[in-house]
């Protein structure tokens, strides 16, 4: 099983930024595709960014040009950089990893436990 611990939510004033990191431990063979998620009070949870395993991202039109996705092979984490943040960024993030726990396991999907961003105005 892969398990994904994420930190760096946090309090921030509008424009400030924050560096999301969630980082993949346990049985893990490959991480594919990554991408982070937002989920409001009280909203369904939506897809903010995303970045397959061949490294094309994709943005929500919400978070373009301010949110980054990446990732460090090598340390099994994915980050997520948040800049400009706006009071209507404020969530729960969740990150969310498409990995094979072993060389001939089918791929799942494995979600973090989510880290609460607050932007306050």
């Known amino acids: 099983q892969v398990q994904l611990v994420e930190s760096g939510g946090g309090l921030v004033q509008a424009g400030g930024s924050l560096r999301l990191s969630c980082a993949a431990s346990g049985n893990i063979f490959s991480i594919n595709a990554i991408s982070w998620y937002q989920q409001a009070p009280g909203k369904q949870r939506v897809l903010v960014a995303s970045m397959t395993s061949a490294g094309s991202t994709n943005y929500a039109d919400s978070v373009k040009g301010r949110f980054t996705i990446s990732r460090d092979n090598a340390k099994n984490t994915v980050y997520l950089q948040m800049n400009s943040l706006k009071p209507e960024d404020t969530a729960v993030y969740y990150c969310?990893?498409?990995?094979?726990?072993?060389?001939?396991?089918?791929?799942?999907?494995?979600w973090g436990q989510g880290t609460q961003v607050t932007v306050s105005s």
């Open positions: 969310k990893v498409v990995a094979q726990a072993f060389k001939f396991s089918v791929e799942d999907d494995y």
